[in-house]
């Protein structure tokens, strides 16, 4: 398989499992409080991305500081045991411990693995993006997205400190970002990659349901999202690969997948 057949692959399971988890969520009326528990409340966006560039400068000291990367080695098995519990739990909460803990061991034996990687990669995406988007109403995801998309450019080619965050995850192997192997290159895709396009459609799809009551609309709606987001990668992916050159994903699938929502409901 080339790359995109691989990323294509990476980015359905995680969209398919994140949908899944959200489902769930919303049935069992799970929420998580960003800053308050208004869904409509554009602070909730201003939070989300203060604790992004908290969390950021937070990586960034730990780079700085620890060279030997055991404490991100730490952060990223807190992530994945955490996640792997929770995702469990919603299928067969008896054994969501269990299957935790024995996964989180797998991580540390075989730290070499992509498969563990990436899987790790795939369920904490798939956790949190539907957590975020069965939290949020969608204009102030709109909002998030956006101000996200800024960042992630300036953060790309302005500081250049996304580069040097993702040459850790490389080099530390940490399940903090997927690894996409070809004959030539590892590519490295941020989870926010695919976390994003999950928080987004599922609080668009969630936002339209709630208005016109149609689930089939909203499963069009939420169709057309990730499509319209899996090209902004895909054109991404492309870029770097022939212009060998870091490229930030977010601004082209966030552009696209505004655009999206503003069309169809336009229309719908």
Same mark, same amino acid.
């Given at each position: ?37 208004? /869904? ?8 989300? *991305? ?41 299928? *067969?909460? =008896? ?15 075989? /730290? ?15 956790? *949190? ?10 204009? /102030? ?8 998309? @800024? ?11 996304? *580069? #040097? ?45 709630? =208005? ?12 057309? @999202? ?6 902004? @990668? ?25 655009? #999206? ?8």
């Amino acid at each position: 398989m080339n790359l995109f057949q691989k990323m294509l692959i990476l980015f359905v399971v995680t969209q398919l499992l994140g949908l899944y988890v959200a489902n769930v969520f919303i049935q069992e009326n799970i929420k998580t409080i960003i800053v308050n528990d208004n /869904p409509d409340d554009i602070w909730n966006a201003v939070g989300l *991305v203060s604790y992004i560039l908290i969390f950021t400068g937070i990586f960034l000291l730990i780079m700085k500081f620890s060279k030997t990367g055991k404490i991100l080695s730490l952060m990223e098995k807190i992530v994945v045991f955490s996640t792997t519990s929770i995702f469990v739990y919603l299928i *067969v909460p =008896e054994l969501s411990f269990l299957f935790a803990v024995l996964f989180l061991a797998l991580r540390i034996l075989l /730290p070499e693995s992509i498969l563990l990687r990436n899987i790790s990669a795939i369920i904490s995406s798939a956790v *949190v993006g539907s957590m975020l988007g069965v939290s949020l109403n969608i204009i /102030p995801v709109i909002v998030f997205v956006a101000a996200l998309s @800024i960042y992630d450019i300036i953060a790309v080619f302005f500081t250049k400190h996304m *580069v #040097a965050m993702a040459e850790t995850l490389k080099e530390k192997n940490l399940a903090l970002a997927f690894t996409i192997p070809t004959k030539e290159h590892n590519y490295l895709i941020g989870t926010g990659d695919l976390v994003i396009p999950l928080v987004f459609v599922v609080s668009a799809m969630s936002s339209f349901y709630a =208005e016109t009551a149609n689930r089939l609309m909203s499963n069009v709606l939420g169709l057309i @999202i990730l499509i319209m987001s899996l090209l902004g @990668i895909g054109i991404t992916l492309w870029i770097t690969k022939n212009k060998k050159m870091a490229m930030p994903a977010l601004p082209l699938q966030c552009l696209f997948m505004i655009i #999206a929502w503003f069309v169809f409901n336009f229309f719908f």
